[in-house]
């Protein structure tokens, strides 16, 4: 099968896909049977290659980041999750996957509040290990200058993450609740129908899977996150 097209993803030493947002997308290929390369980026390495390649990032993105694509029957180039699914979309229509909706908005907004607090900053320094030593330069710089302290501040002992999986355990109920109010018609956040959604969370727990199994069967406890997880798996078998 010729190839239509080429996927600039995240690389990691377990040499598979993590990124939540090149999720989205890479579960659009796998669905929708696409023929697809992927090159994976060290973190470092993203503007450099991207940069001939891509438009300059626009509107509130300011960096150049993956996923990034290039679709070689048009030999189009393109960055940015939602832009790549709504070109994906409009050439590879079948099986339909509906782009956004009211409800995948309200539950991408609250899954951000979780993970941008206690969650987001526990994956920080897990992210760090999977990383080959430039590209943790580069994190640990990034992180860092937007955090305004060390990476190793927020690496805590057992007994505090303990504490902050149970904060977040009210979140976390009721983000599931909201994920399963079609469950009588299928077992994705619209029920029977596919959404972007559905991906970025199905993406977001791959992603702490690949980071650390013990995160993932935490949070795979909830119905809701399981039932998307489990939905979305046969579209996450190929996963470079
Ligand atoms: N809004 C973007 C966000 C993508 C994004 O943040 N990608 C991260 C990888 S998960 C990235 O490329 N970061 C580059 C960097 O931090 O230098 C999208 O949905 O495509």
Redesign the pocket.
Known sequence: MTTEIILYD?ACTKGVCF????WKVRIMLNLKRIPYKTIFLE?PD??GSLKPLVPPPTGD?T?Y???AIQHMPSNTYI????QIAALLEATYPDPPVQLTSERGRTIEEQFGSVVGGSLGAMMMPREMNILVPRAQV?FRQ?REAYLGYKLEELLKGPEEEERDWSEVSGQMSALSELMRTNRDDGPFVLGSKLSLTDFFIAGSLQAARVMDEGVFSRVVAYDGFKSVYDACSPYMERKD
Do not use: K
Request: aromatic content about 10%.
């Open positions: 995240l990124s939540p947002y090149v973190f993203i503007e993105n960096r980041t993956v996923p960055m940015d999750s939602a580069h990034t």
